[in-house]
C-alpha cells in the first residue's frame, strides 16, 4: 500500500491522519486549525464527505485545508471499491448501485466513531460529489442528525440519467431519491451543478430539488448554485475555473449552519 500521506501537502499532514472508522472504513479525519478551534470553543463540527465514483478520499485536500481553517472538521471516506478498498470489479458501472446502498450503509457507524474521537454530532454537514452525493441522498431518507448537506453535480432523480448500465438495477427504485421525498428529513441543502453536465443530467437534478420544496416546510432552505459553464472535464469533472468561487460559497454556507455563521 503507497504511502497515502505522502499525497497531500504539508499543511494537511499536520493536521490530519488517515484511520478505519466504523465497520473498517477507510478514513481521513481532519481536525481544524488550532487557531481557528480557539474561536469556536467546545467540539469541533465537522463536514462528512464522500467522492465521486473512480476518485479516492486524498483527491482535492483544498476542500480539507478551507474547511480547517474555517474551523471545521472533515472525515472523508473511501466508497466501496474504491481507494483503499478498491477493486477491478468494484469499478465497473454494473457496482454503482450496491457501492451506493452499502456506503450509506456505513455513515451511522462512522459518525458515531467521529464523535468517539472528540468531534460534535450535533453540527455535522454530510455530502458528496456525483456517486458520493448520491450516497448522502440516500442516507438522508433516514432520520438523521446532520444539520446541512452538500451535493456536488450528483442527482436525486435517477430514472433521468442517460447512463442506463448505471441504473439498470433491481435497487434502483427502491432507492432512487425522488420517489421517497416523503422520507426526507428537512435540512439546507446547497446543490452545486453545471448546467451542461454531459454525465449528470441538470435537469433531473433540478426536478428533484423542485419536488423536494414542495414537500418541506422551508423550501428557501434548498439553494442551487447553477453554474454555466466550468471548463472542467464533461463539465462534471470538477468546477474548472469555477472552483475557488465554488468552495468559498461552500465554506460560507457551512459556516452559516454549523458555526452560526462565525
Known sequence: MPDLDATLPSSLRAISEHVRLGPDVPCLVVRPD???????????????????????KELDPGRYLRLARAGIGSCAIDLPGHGERGSE??????????????????????????????FDLDRMAIGG????GMVALVRLQRA????????????????????RQFFDHESADRLDPIQHLDRWRELPVLAVHSRRDEWVEFEGQVAFLDGLRAT??????IEVMALEETGAPHEHLGFGHRTNEVKIREVEFLRTHLLGGR
Open 34 to 56: 488550532p487557531g481557528a478551534v480557539s474561536e469556536n470553543a467546545g467540539a469541533p463540527p465537522f463536514l462528512l464527505w464522500m467522492h465521486g465514483r473512480t476518485a479516492t
Open 89 to 118: 470489479a468494484g469499478m465497473r458501472p454494473e457496482a454503482l448501485l450496491d457501492n451506493v446502498e452499502q456506503a450509506a450503509s456505513e455513515v451511522d457507524d462512522v459518525v458515531t466513531a467521529m464523535g468517539r474521537m472528540g
Open 129 to 132: 460529489m456525483s456517486m458520493g
Open 144 to 163: 438523521h442528525r446532520f444539520r446541512a448537506a452538500i451535493l456536488e453535480a450528483t442527482s436525486g432523480n435517477w430514472r433521468v440519467q442517460h447512463q
Open 216 to 221: 418541506v416546510s422551508h423550501p428557501e432552505w
